[in-house]
């Protein structure tokens, strides 16, 4: 009888990664893979605690999975396993304990704790963690895979738990990072999603940098598309941005997280940049990419966060015009700074905050999508909407609806916008 194992990701797209590799391990062990939360002998569950709301989620689906399938084994991963490993491997059906180390044993692991009838408590101490390289071959939808090349954080922005959680900064070594991408074009993949917890510090400790791995992703054979995860302004150097632009696969779009636009606040959340730096590393991708996107991150109702610092930040948005907003409410994390820091903003002033960012935003992207009529796009088409109609992820990740297939790269005439979707006509084929 074959074993069948499932799983569900909570949080970030290194979490989804990670997830994918634990079930590929499982496959490879012969076991079958079948839809979350179909019935499975196996369910892996991805943990997240960046926010409250990663916590409770966690808990409260590893409770559901035991309490639906009673004979199942339940193996619990991620960040907030790494946390709070001793809880977890206490709740139901809770067999394995792993956190976000030896995710390659996965299999072996489990398969011991079944074994002895018991439970493991695989986490393992972050210090002098290495990079475990993790082999995905396969990612959601046939086009975009992304590429996990660098693991952890030592930055302690005040309210972040990740360094605490995905332990020191360690870098996929440069000479995989090319074969890696290699592979994945070689699988059929279109476009390749580089990303890290903070992929500013790729290569520390090594002779490689960031760029040395943007350009061996850009230059592997069969690479079509790269596009990248999040940057830090500081990362955004003349010569960064210059090296960026000469690559005619690098996709014009860059999320640049901001979190305040208010200098005080930004010395409260101990980020390393002011306002104007963050605005001179916006300016200097414009400079060289015109057409390029910015899009951001942004926390609102930080400790201490006044009404007058959140219209600084609320103008800052504005003048930066960017093209899309991810706005959160400031979410209390024991283990930070923040958390013991004076004057926290109540719950009712944090989501209005929120909202109004959320407002602007949106303002913001439909302005951007607007200016988009009467040009031509790079569109990498992704899921059919209709007769002789798809629709997928221009350069600048705006959402684009034309008469492309699933999985072919076209030049498209942007015709119109309905809101943030632009929509369009294919002028002709890049890649079939
Ligand atoms: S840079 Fe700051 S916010 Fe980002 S993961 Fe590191 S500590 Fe967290």
Not at 119 to 132: Q, R, T, W, Y
Not at 188 to 196: C, D, K
Not at 278 to 303: E, H, K, N, S, W
Request: charged share 25%; net charge neutral.
């Amino acid at each position: 009888m074959t074993r069948r194992v499932s799983a569900c990701t909570l949080g970030c797209k290194v979490n989804q990664y990670d997830t994918e590799a634990m079930l590929e391990a499982f496959e490879r062990e012969g076991y079958e893979s079948v839809a979350f939360p179909a019935d499975a002998d196996v369910y892996i569950i991805n943990t997240c605690t960046v926010t409250g709301t990663g916590d409770q989620k966690s808990r409260k689906l590893l409770r559901r999975i035991a309490r639906e399938h009673p004979n199942s084994a339940i193996v619990a991963a991620g960040c907030l396993a790494q946390r709070d490993a001793e809880a977890l491997l206490q709740m139901e059906n809770v067999r394995l304990v792993i956190g976000v180390q030896r995710r390659a044993q996965v299999v072996f692991l489990l398969e011991q704790a079944l074994l002895e009838g018991g439970k493991i408590n695989a986490v393992s101490p972050l210090p002098g963690a290495g990079f475990e390289h993790l082999f995905v071959s396969r990612h959601e939808g046939k086009t975009r895979a992304t590429m996990k090349i660098q693991e952890g954080c030592d930055r302690y922005c005040a309210y972040c738990i990740i360094p605490s959680v995905r332990g020191p900064v360690r870098s996929m070594p440069l000479a995989d990072v090319a074969k890696e991408a290699k592979r994945l074009a070689e699988s059929g993949y279109r476009e390749i999603v580089v990303t890290g917890i903070h992929l500013g510090s790729y290569g520390r400790g090594t002779d490689a940098r960031l760029m040395d791995a943007i350009q061996a992703v850009h230059d592997a054979p069969g690479v079509m598309r790269v596009r990248l995860g999040s940057l830090e302004p500081m990362t955004v150097t003349e010569e960064f941005a210059r090296r960026l632009s000469q690559m005619p696969g690098l996709m014009r779009q860059f999320h640049l997280s901001l979190q305040s636009g208010s200098q005080s606040v930004l010395e409260r959340m101990r980020r390393r940049y002011t306002p104007e730096e963050y605005m001179a590393a916006l300016l200097r991708l414009r400079d060289v990419m015109p057409d390029c996107a910015v899009t951001t991150d942004v926390i609102a109702g930080f400790p201490g966060e006044t009404e007058e610092e959140f219209q600084e930040t609320c103008a800052f948005l504005q003048k930066a015009e960017l093209a899309r907003i991810h706005a959160f409410p400031y979410s209390r994390r024991s283990g930070t700074l923040a958390d013991k820091m004076p004057d926290q903003v109540c719950e009712s002033v944090k989501k209005q905050r929120t909202a109004k960012i959320l407002e602007i935003g949106n303002k913001l992207e439909c302005a951007f999508v607007q200016k988009m009529i009467g040009t031509q796009c790079s569109v990498l088409f992704e899921e059919k909407v209709g007769d002789n109609l798809s629709e997928g992820y221009s350069g600048q990740y705006v959402r684009v609806r034309a008469n492309g297939r699933p999985g072919e790269i076209c030049n498209v005439q942007i015709l119109r916008t309905e809101g943030a979707l632009a929509l369009g006509e294919v002028i002709d084929q890049e890649v079939k």
